[in-house]
């Protein structure tokens, strides 16, 4: 399948995305092992059990990435082997960036994935999240700490706009799109 949606300066920055974000393990694909792993580090089972509101947070999680997950099967699994590769990736990136260039939007399915995941988060005020609070979570995806203050710093115009779940969505819309090499929303992939 074409990939006409993908510009070639960007598919170094969506591999990238994939392995360090997406494939925990480093196997080369992405299975629910890696959402496990994934959830494990955001809240640890044994926290949970200590704590009724984070054992909540984590049924909550592992409630929407199993919907994520199930959903990139359904669209993305073309062997239907319950894995991702990365060129089954692509190609779903593909037709996201593409919709994203025609509407400004991710599909609804994929939209739930980075609302579980800002919402997993421990921040004081989800309406104003702090520079610290974004690159810790960038930092839990192996982004590192430089270029996730970077990309803050750009998609917040230096602290002139409050970090909120709105420009959180604007600044993974502008991630899928940007095709400048080197620019802070590559956060440092490509």
């Not at 080369?28 to 092992?33: A, D, E, K, R, S």
């Not at 984070?54 to 894995?83: I, M, P, S, T």
């Not at 997993?120 to 700490?145: G, T």
């Not at 409050?162 to 502008?174: G, I, R, V």
Request: overall charge negative; glycine content about 4%; hydrophobic content about 40%.
């Amino acid at each position: 399948m074409p990939r006409d949606n993908i510009p070639k300066t960007a598919v170094k920055k969506l591999e990238q995305f994939f392995s360090k974000t997406l494939d925990t393990n480093n196997d080369g694909l992405v299975n629910w092992t890696d959402f496990e792993a994934a959830i494990e580090s955001i809240v640890s089972q044994e926290d949970a059990q200590k704590n009724a509101r984070l054992k909540v947070l984590r049924k909550r999680l592992e409630q929407h990435f199993q919907k994520y997950f199930w959903d990139l099967c359904a669209v993305g699994d073309a062997n239907n082997d319950g894995n991702i590769d990365l060129d089954e990736w692509l190609d779903v990136m593909n037709d996201i960036i593409g919709g994203l260039k025609e509407k400004n939007e991710f599909p609804e399915w994929y939209e739930g994935l980075h609302k579980a995941l800002f919402r997993a988060n421990e921040f004081l005020d989800e309406r104003a999240v702090s520079k610290d609070e974004f690159a810790n979570m960038l930092i839990s995806w192996d982004i590192d700490e430089s270029s996730a203050e970077k990309a803050f710093d750009f998609i917040t115009e230096h602290g002139q706009k409050k970090m909120d779940y709105n420009l959180f969505s604007e600044f993974m819309k502008k991630f899928f799109l940007n095709e400048t090499p080197k620019h802070p929303l590559n956060l440092g992939l490509d």
